[in-house]
C-alpha cells in the first residue's frame, strides 16, 4: 500500500515533519510519498497548496494525509477544502 503525505507549515514545516513521521513509522507495510510545504504562509500559497493536494487526490484515486502544523485557521481551512485527511497538530 502507498500513501502520499504533505506536511505544511507556516513555518520551515521540520515540526510537522518530525511529528508526522514518527506518527507514520505506526504504520508497517505502508510506503509513504513525503512531501514538505513550508512557509505556506498567505491565502494565496495555501490555494496552491490545496490546489497541489486535490491533484495528487485526482491522479492517485487515494486520499492524501495532510499533517499541518499552520496557526492561522484561516489558511488550514484553505488546505482543508483540498479533501485531504487533516492533523492538525
Not at 496557526?71 to 487533516?86: F, K, P, Q
Amino acid at each position: 500500500m502507498r500513501r502520499t503525505v504533505f506536511f505544511i507549515s507556516d513555518s520551515t514545516g521540520i515540526t510537522a515533519e518530525t511529528i508526522g513521521n514518527s506518527i507514520l513509522a505506526q504504520f508497517e507495510g505502508v510506503e509513504f510519498e513525503k512531501h514538505r510545504l513550508p512557509f505556506t504562509d498567505d491565502a494565496q500559497k495555501a490555494e496552491a497548496a490545496a490546489l497541489r493536494i486535490k491533484t495528487n487526490y485526482a491522479q492517485s484515486g487515494e486520499r492524501p494525509i495532510v499533517v499541518n502544523t499552520m496557526a492561522d485557521r484561516m489558511l488550514c481551512e484553505i488546505v482543508a477544502e483540498s479533501g485531504a485527511l487533516m492533523l492538525d497538530v
